[in-house]
């Protein structure tokens, strides 16, 4: 099989809908394109809203989006706990959902620097062996914690044992995992915001070029000559840096596009 083309190469922001996987849309933009393609932090089936996906030689550029903010809104039921933290797992625990002053105390302990475990229905490796497949032959583990950051937790409403939220969290932050840790389930999960990127901009057949992709990275303009001794090796670029010539990324942190 040939490899896959380095054009067109960009940044795709695709409003995925509930049922199919990231991958399968990322391999619909593959096979559409032609290019080499993937994702910049996976969305679980059941969720929709925002998937970044990168084309082409743009694919190397995935570590300066991985690393970006989230925002989503979420509903959460709160009588009851799910074997996933999610609509599609089996209910494994049922309580009454708590009281609107009980909630908001809940949401305090979850504001800022939070500690708590990885579902057991994620991709995260267990000895060798994702969490998920071991959760689906019933296999019993002890997940890791993760720590991570939630900057912005706002409830918008609750209402019959159901509570809606709107959320900027850090980097792979689980929102299952506050579900579950408010005693329910996430019955909808829609990612809104990755970055600078809002789902309101969607539009899987647009490819934003690298440039313009990474224009939240400090810019250094280079002439031709410029461009070709960092393309040479010969002039090194700092960190955190996209260089620009003519309007064109010719390197971030380092690395040269072709």
């Known amino acids: ?3 896959r083309a380095l054009d067109p190469s960009g940044l795709v922001l695709v409003d995925k809908p509930a049922g199919p996987s990231s991958f399968a849309i990322v391999k619909r933009l593959r096979d559409r394109t032609g290019a080499r393609a993937g994702h910049a932090g996976t ?3 059941f969720a929709t809203g925002l998937l970044l996906v990168l084309l082409g030689a743009s ?10 903010d989230k925002r989503y809104l979420t509903e959460i039921d709160l009588s009851a706990r799910t074997a996933t933290g999610d609509v599609e797992g089996e209910v494994v625990e049922r309580s009454d959902a708590p009281a609107r002053e009980e909630l908001e105390r809940r949401l305090d302990a979850l504001r800022g620097e939070i500690e708590l475990p990885i579902p057991a229905a994620s991709a ?3 000895e060798g062996e994702r969490a ?3 959760a689906r032959r019933g296999v019993a583990v002890e997940m890791p914690l993760r720590r991570s950051t939630v900057h912005e937790l706002t409830l918008l409403g609750c209402t019959a044992g159901r509570a809606t939220l709107d959320l900027r969290v850090s980097s792979g932050t689980y929102v299952r995992a506050i579900a579950e840790a408010l005693g329910g389930h996430c019955v909808s999960l829609r990612r809104t915001e990755v970055g600078p990127f809002s789902v309101v901009d969607a539009d899987e057949t647009g490819i934003v070029r690298p440039a313009e992709a990474l224009a939240f990275l400090p810019a250094l303009e280079v002439d ?9 090796g010969r002039r090194r670029v700092e ?4 260089v ?3 309007g064109e990324l010719v390197a971030v942190n380092g690395t040269v596009l072709p």
């Open 224 to 232: 031709e000559a410029g461009a070709q001794a960092i393309r040479q």
């Open 244 to 246: 620009v010539c003519a």
């Open 59 to 68: 694919t190397r550029l995935a570590q300066y989006f991985v690393g970006l």
């Open 1 to 3: 099989m040939p490899p």
């Open 124 to 126: 995260v490796k267990i």
């Open 239 to 242: 960190e955190r840096v996209r």
């Open 43 to 45: 969305l679980d089936p």
């Open 132 to 134: 998920y497949r071991l």
